[in-house]
């Protein structure tokens, strides 16, 4: 794969807009966009068909969570608009229907395990009996027996999820900071290239990019960093 299909950047943005100069700025530099609960509620999804347009791969982080029904009805829309990925959150309900709803396109489907602001007393409180690891576990080995594309992850579960997973899914890591970089709100956090070599697939990064006083060369030093990885 080539180095710079690997990198994601996240349009958390608060309009298409900021959203459209900043793509321009990154011109060839970026390939694959992430469009989440920021601006696809405000114009993003006719923006992702935009950049789909502009031979742009969009991924779609709306973490869809309903009735089956409701899931694979959305999840068509989705693929409709020529999008690479789309999240939903990992039960097996939601997942299946989301797999029933891409068949045919090319869209991935991505699960989210149990979310990163999760800790275990989050998911005591939300009725679970498991320790947050072992919930992700369980829901790792579930989306892989229903056939979901890839889970979403911090580099740090990247390793072990692996082993669960197999080679056939993909792994999309966020938490991503070049050395020196500022951590915003990210606690658990590699630089691009360890994340590979723990065997993420794809990198999300927004803040060191979108904040960057010069967004291209940010990514394109980015890129350098994962080029250069031992995966
Ligand atoms: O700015 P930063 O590089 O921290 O952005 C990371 C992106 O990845 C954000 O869009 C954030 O919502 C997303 N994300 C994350 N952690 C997760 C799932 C998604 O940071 N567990």
């Given amino acids: 794969m080539d180095p710079r299909d690997r990198l994601i950047v996240a349009l958390d943005l608060p ?36 950049l789909i347009g502009a031979g742009k791969q969009v991924f779609i982080d709306l973490k869809l969570h ?23 959150h990992a039960y097996p309900q939601t997942m ?44 790792a080995k579930q ?25 056939n899914m993909v792994l999309v890591t966020p938490g991503i900071r070049p050395a020196g970089a500022d951590k915003g709100d990210q606690k658990r956090i590699m630089t691009p290239a360890k994340a590979i070599a723990a065997g993420a697939d794809y990198l999300v990064v927004g803040r060191p990019i979108t904040e960057a006083a010069d967004p291209r060369a940010a990514a394109q030093s980015i890129v350098a960093d994962i080029k250069q990885a031992k995966a």
Avoid: H, W
């Fill in 66 to 88: 309903d009735i089956g029904n409701t899931v694979e009805k959305g999840v068509e829309s989705i693929a409709r608009i020529g999008a690479s990925f789309l999240t939903v």
């Fill in 96 to 139: 299946k229907a989301a797999v029933a709803g891409k068949k045919g396109s090319q869209l991935q489907i991505l699960a989210v395990t149990v979310l990163t602001s999760y800790d275990d007393s989050d998911v005591a409180a939300a009725g679970y009996r498991m320790k947050v690891a072992e919930l992700a576990a369980e829901r």
């Fill in 15 to 50: 309009s298409v807009d900021a959203a459209q100069v900043l793509v321009g700025k990154l011109g060839d530099a970026v390939s694959f966009y992430k469009i989440g609960y920021q601006l696809g509620y405000a114009g993003g999804l006719a923006f992702a068909e935009k």
């Fill in 143 to 167: 989306a892989r027996e229903i056939g979901v594309d890839g889970l979403v992850c911090s580099p740090e579960e990247a390793g072990n999820l692996r082993k669960i997973v197999g080679g």
